[in-house]
């Protein structure tokens, strides 16, 4: 099994290039399917859905985090680019459905420079992380144990605020910002030294899962910065 790492160096440039065109893609077809959703009205459907009670949105959340992990492990054990393309399809409808009532609370009640504001500082921030980790070539697989974990604990929390009724604060936000910022180096060390050049779809999934996260969180942060003004 030779990875992207140990290839030529010609066939390395071209799977980083068609990992980022990918993810490029990835980001492209997200924000159409949104403007489907807003446009048709299910955006605001699913909003209505969810407000009605918070163990609803915590089914949502369930489901959608199990489909996205079913996407991802069909992309990364698929030799297949078309298998890879399937998963990478599921992750960003699945991505818009549940990004889907933020972005209408943000769009509908909140000032409307959140949404551009959170999405230019999540790009920013995405950037500069990878500049990073290529510029550094360093291996951050070290970060995978502490992702898992960290991701049980923030996992737990949300269950208990949906059980208990407490709100998830800006400190919170912070963290998992925090959090999708080590998944962001993690993914692009793993992109960098473990992927094979077949597997460029699948790397841009997973890059796109950990730039969702990044962004549910920066939006979340400029809302209630927002709020407060």
Do not use: N
């Not at 440039?13 to 490029?24: D, S, V």
């Not at 500049?131 to 737990?156: E, K």
């Not at 959090?179 to 060390?189: K, N």
């Amino acid at each position: 099994m030779v990875t992207a790492a140990q290839a030529r160096p010609s066939e390395r440039a071209e799977f980083i290039r068609k990992t980022y065109l990918h993810l490029a893609g990835a980001i492209a077809a997200f924000i159409g399917v949104e403007f489907i959703l807003f446009q048709t009205g299910i955006a605001e459907a699913i909003f209505q859905f969810v407000a009605g009670s918070r163990f609803v949105w915590l089914a949502i959340l369930a489901g959608f985090s199990l489909i996205g992990w079913l996407a991802r492990s069909l992309a990364d054990q698929a030799d297949s680019v078309s298998t890879q393309y399937l998963g990478l399809g599921v992750e960003v409808v699945a991505q818009a459905l549940l990004f889907a009532p933020l972005l209408y609370i943000a769009a509908i009640f909140s000032d409307p420079t959140v949404i551009p504001t959170a999405g230019v500082l999540t790009l920013l921030l995405f950037a500069g992380l990878t500049a990073f980790a290529f510029f550094t070539q360093q291996d951050f697989s070290f970060l995978g144990g502490i992702l898992t974990i960290g991701g049980f604990v923030a996992l737990g929390v949300i269950v208990c605020s949906a059980i208990f009724g407490f709100q998830l604060g800006l400190l919170f936000s912070g963290v998992m910002v925090v959090f999708a910022a080590a998944a962001i180096l993690y993914d692009t060390s793993e992109v960098l030294h473990h992927y094979q050049p077949h597997q460029y779809v699948a790397a841009s999934l997973q890059l796109f899962a950990s730039v969702a996260l990044l962004l549910w969180y920066v939006l979340r942060i400029v809302m209630a910065l927002s709020s407060r003004r």
